[in-house]
Each structure stands twice: as C-alpha cells, then as structure tokens.
C-alpha cells in the first residue's frame, strides 16, 4: 500500500469557520508534510513533520495550524482563512532517515474554497 | 539553498518525436533528484529519481553535476505522455527532507 489519503477531497468554508483536513498513511513513514498548491503552479511545502514533532514551518500564517496525533495522521486546522488561500492542499509522507533516495508520496489532495 | 529551474513552460511534440524536458538546480551539497508528473485530475506521483538510474514508461534521466542537470528525455513521444512535470531537488535529512520543485512543464504530444 503505497497511498496517502486526504479527506475532505472538497471543503468550501466562509472566512470565520474553523474547519480541518485530515490526512492519513499507512507506510509506517515517519516523515509526513503539507504542500499548498495553487492552479498551474507547483506545490509550496507548507509544514514537515518528522518523528510526529514539527521540524519545518516555512513562515506560514498561523491560521494554518497542523496537528500530528500520532505516526499515521496529520491535520491541518484552518481557521479565519481568507479568499486567497483557496487551494488544493497536498499532504504528503515518506521514509525518515538518513538513506538516501527518500521517495516523497502525495495524496489526491483537498481542494479548499474560502468564500 | 535549494532551487530547481525548468526553463520552458510549454513543450508541444509531435507523436513519435523525440522529448527532452530540462531541469537545472542549484544546491551546495550532494542533491536528490526527481521528476514527478500530474495527469489531468490525478494525484502527483514519482516518475524517476536519479539514484535509481531506471528507466519508467521510456523516461530516462541523467544527473550531470557538472552541469547541474537532470533533463527528463523519452526517445519516442507518445499521446498519453501529455501531463504536468515537475523537476524536485530533496537536501535529504540534513535539510529536513524538503523536497523543492521547479516550475513544471507541461508537455503536450499532438497526433
């Protein structure tokens, strides 16, 4: 089983909700990351957690706040999002360690539509 | 730091024609490569990394460090090739296993 799952796969959400996605692997990877990425662009990594702690925040508003419960699931809490964060929002995992070749596998994504 | 460059935004081929998508990166230390495509509504997946020197559905990719390349080539193009292809350098663990993509291209494959 090489997949990761991401529900919703469609959110709409009005500026004052508070809402999350969640997402979740079965690989055993204790690396799991978010990518924000926007219609024709690439992705934009977001959070990396490894180990379930945060290791990686690229500057990101903190009314994106992740969550890593446990090994297997990671969230992401949305709260007070503006119109310009509507995205397909990419969660992704991998292998941690020192090995070389770390594969990256992503999941379908949750298009996120704030109105 | 990390950055990948994929120069050409729109590649159009012909059926049959040789392909060649370029990636160039600038990295300080010993870089991961990969190459991901995006089918029309489909989830991103691994096409090829550079340690594994496979080839998957034709596609080949070199690393040149001299150069600092990883240009994507498939010798004879075909219509179901037409998708998103985004070039991805990874720092590995040192660097938190970021993995960063360049701009994509997308390729088109005409009958």
């Known amino acids: 089983d090489t997949e990761v799952t991401q529900t919703p796969k469609h959110l709409v959400m009005g500026m004052t909700n508070k809402k999350f996605l969640k997402c979740e692997q079965h690989?055993?990877?204790?690396?799991m990351y978010w990518y924000k990425q926007k219609a024709k662009k690439p992705p934009e990594l977001m959070f990396v957690?490894?180990?379930?702690?945060?290791?990686i925040n690229e500057s990101v508003p903190s009314r994106f706040s992740p969550e890593c419960p446990n090994s297997s699931l990671l969230n992401l809490h949305l709260h007070a999002l503006q119109p310009e964060d509507s995205a397909l929002y990419l969660c992704?995992?991998?292998?941690?360690?020192?090995?070389?070749?770390?594969?990256?596998?992503f999941g379908e994504g949750s298009w996120l539509t704030v109105v | 730091a990390q950055r990948v460059t994929q120069p050409e935004k729109l590649l159009s081929v012909f059926k049959g024609a040789p392909v060649e998508l370029k990636c160039n990166y600038s990295?300080?230390?010993?870089?991961?490569l990969f190459w991901y495509v995006q089918y029309s509504r489909q989830r991103l997946q691994l096409l090829l990394r550079?340690?594994s020197r496979e080839s998957i559905k034709g596609f080949t990719a070199d690393l040149n460090k001299g150069e600092t390349s990883f240009h994507l080539k498939k010798p004879f193009a075909q219509e179901e090739d037409s998708a998103m292809y985004y070039c991805?350098?990874?720092?590995?663990?040192?660097?938190?296993?970021?993995?960063?993509f360049g701009a994509g291209t997308i390729l088109r494959v005409k009958s």
């Open positions: 991805a350098l990874s720092g590995g663990q040192e660097y938190g296993n970021k993995l960063v």
């Open positions: 990295y300080s230390g010993s870089p991961e």
């Open positions: 690989m055993g990877h204790r690396a």
């Open positions: 992704a995992s991998s292998q941690a360690g020192g090995f070389s070749g770390n594969t990256i596998y």
């Open positions: 550079h340690i």
């Open positions: 957690y490894s180990y379930e702690k945060l290791s």
